[in-house]
């Protein structure tokens, strides 16, 4: 099975698990982050680092690019957008001037899944509101 399925399956069995910052645990709790920790966790076992401990509002407190490094640190460069496809990870800017601090997974048929602090894990549209902040997109590493 391509590395793509593999992580939309994934993504898909954590839909419903409810919301809980700096948790990863399919069912019981995940934020953003942690949804694409266990979905790396299936594909390769174990994580690559801890992220240690980080509050709520760390990226408007501190402006430090945390998402964007690890994800360049672990997925490798960026892809462009135009070439984005299903369970390529998506990196969320919510302000131009802010640290990217979201993230999500492209399902296709122009959803995303994600963890949103009101919802839990959720399939939601990729409607313009939502694509205008991708600040970076980025495809999970073959086995």
């Given at each position: 099975?391509?590395?793509?399925?593999?992580?939309?399956?994934?993504?898909?069995?954590?839909?419903?698990?409810?919301?809980?910052?700096?948790?990863?645990?399919?069912?019981?709790?995940?934020?953003?982050?942690?949804?694409?920790?266990?979905?790396?966790?299936?594909?390769?076992?174990?994580?690559?680092?801890?992220?240690?401990?980080?509050?709520?509002?760390?990226?408007e407190r501190?402006?430090?690019?945390?998402?964007?490094?690890?994800?360049?640190?672990?997925?490798?460069?960026?892809?462009?957008?135009?070439?984005?496809?299903p369970g390529?990870?998506?990196?969320?800017?919510?302000?131009?001037?802010?640290?990217?601090?979201?993230?999500?997974?492209?399902?296709?048929?122009?959803?995303?899944?994600?963890?949103?602090?009101?919802?839990?894990?959720?399939?939601?549209?990729?409607?313009?509101?939502?694509?205008?902040?991708?600040?970076?997109?980025?495809?999970?590493?073959?086995?």
């Amino acid at each position: 099975m391509k590395i793509s399925a593999r992580v939309l399956n994934g993504a898909a069995g954590w839909v419903g698990t409810p919301y809980r910052h700096q948790a990863s645990l399919k069912g019981v709790g995940c934020d953003c982050l942690g949804l694409v920790r266990g979905i790396w966790r299936e594909l390769y076992g174990e994580e690559p680092e801890e992220p240690g401990p980080y509050a709520p509002d760390w990226a408007e407190r501190s402006g430090v690019e945390r998402l964007a490094e690890a994800a360049l640190k672990h997925f490798g460069p960026p892809i462009a957008r135009d070439d984005m496809q299903p369970g390529d990870v998506l990196l969320f800017r919510f302000r131009p001037e802010a640290a990217a601090k979201h993230l999500g997974i492209l399902a296709g048929e122009g959803r995303f899944i994600h963890a949103y602090e009101q919802a839990g894990v959720i399939s939601s549209p990729l409607v313009p509101s939502w694509a205008r902040r991708i600040a970076a997109v980025h495809r999970f590493p073959d086995i």
